[in-house]
């Protein structure tokens, strides 16, 4: 079993910075791909960003491509995701997840563990 924690989400003003934590349990995190969904009031659970296991390969939705950075520290069990330039609309519950494979990062249907998630507010 692998259990999450997000944590740094908050209120801050448009045109602001953030950087998500999600912090993960276990001795295994290395051969985890991880990834960032958020999900808006009334709206579908959508994929940010992620990053591949091993190689580290990152990805990206479009609306946030130039403005959000993922990536993980495996000697501190930690996926981070840097949010630059926020806007209104990046407004949501920001989720951490983890699946043991390298394909369908973008697809939340495929992860297996999940964290609660933090909230993001910007205030225009």
């Known amino acids: 079993q692998v ?18 934590s999600c912090a993960a349990s276990g001795r295994t995190f290395s051969t985890l ?3 960032w969904f958020r999900q808006a009031p009334g709206k579908e659970r ?3 960003a992620a990053i591949r296991r ?10 946030v491509k130039g403005r959000f950075t ?13 949010i630059n330039s926020l ?14 494979s390298d394909y369908g990062l973008q697809d ?3 992860y297996d563990y999940w964290g609660q998630g933090t909230q993001v507010t910007v205030s225009s």
């Open 3 to 20: 259990q999450l924690a997000e944590s740094g989400g908050g209120l801050v003003q448009a045109g602001g910075s953030l950087r998500l």
């Open 46 to 48: 959508e994929f940010v």
């Open 33 to 35: 791909s991880m990834a």
């Open 87 to 100: 806007k209104p609309e990046d407004t949501a519950v920001y989720y951490c997840a983890a699946r043991y």
């Open 70 to 82: 993922i990536s993980r520290d495996n000697a501190k069990n930690t996926v981070y995701l840097q």
């Open 54 to 63: 091993y190689a580290g390969n990152t990805y990206y939705a479009d609306s």
């Open 108 to 110: 939340a249907r495929a």
